[in-house]
């Protein structure tokens, strides 16, 4: 079956730390990928995208992830961590049926706790 | 905020109870996707619908019912309630409802089933 994988479920750093968070999806055929996060508090908001072109994608706040298709891979990247990055990240893909219908597969989350 | 509005923000009930969460969409988007967020199982897929059809199957169990109307706001029925639904419940909405879309979602609604 298809799925997501986030295997850091709690992540804290300090202010300034680097950040990357993993994410593995298990689908053989082409997938769009997604960051979402959710601060406290505050609803579920897209980080980033990949669809096609450069796997290297550049989303708000200065994060960033990779698609490494070799390794079904997705992972999320900020060089140096503010308190305000606090919150729960979500990596998504959707991919495609026979029937022309797709799914929207979400990881289970990581909770990142920035420290000041 | 996302444009994305639900209602009730928190429902209690009990086992056995029927239930009716609503959402309406961003302003011009055309799609509505419903999710269901517990503990253990992270946020999962129910339905998608677009312009008031199904488009989308996800793990909705078969007590469980959507529907879009013409206004294009949806409507979650959930019945024979069981503990095990107790659960954060997420619309969220995108302009085509196709796979590149981004989907804005709704601060969502807390079913606590007793």
């Known amino acids: 079956a298809q799925s997501v994988s986030q295997h850091n479920h709690h992540v804290i750093l300090s202010e300034a730390a680097s950040l990357e968070l993993g994410c593995n999806y298990s689908y053989g055929g082409t997938v769009n990928l997604f960051w979402y996060v959710q601060y406290p508090g505050q609803h579920l908001q897209l980080l980033l995208k990949?669809?096609?072109?450069?796997?290297l994608v550049k989303g708000i706040k200065g994060f960033e992830a990779e698609f490494i298709k070799s390794k079904f891979s997705f992972n999320l990247r900020k060089p140096s961590v503010q308190w305000s990055d606090t919150a729960e990240y979500f990596c998504?893909?959707?991919?495609?049926?026979?029937?022309?219908?797709?799914?929207?597969?979400f990881g289970t989350g990581t909770r990142l706790k920035v420290l000041a | 905020d996302s444009g994305v509005t639900q209602t009730p923000k928190h429902l209690i009930t009990a086992t056995g109870q029927r239930v009716t969460l609503r959402c309406s969409p961003r302003?011009?988007?055309?799609?509505v996707y419903w999710y269901q967020q517990s503990l253990d199982q992270g946020l999962q897929f129910l339905i998608q619908?677009?312009?008031?059809?199904?488009?989308a199957k996800g793990n909705i169990l078969e007590r469980f019912s959507a529907q879009q109307f013409p206004d294009l706001h949806s409507e979650l029925n959930l019945s024979s309630l069981e503990l095990g639904d107790s659960a954060l419940y997420f619309c969220?909405?995108?302009?085509?409802?196709?796979?590149?879309?981004?989907?804005?979602f709704g601060p969502g609604t807390r079913l606590t089933v007793l």
């Open positions: 619908y677009y312009n008031g059809e199904e488009r």
């Open positions: 990949y669809f096609s072109g450069d796997p």
């Open positions: 302003s011009g988007d055309l799609s």
């Open positions: 969220a909405s995108s302009v085509d409802g196709v796979r590149t879309d981004t989907q804005y």
């Open positions: 998504a893909v959707t991919t495609g049926t026979t029937s022309g219908t797709y799914k929207y597969i």
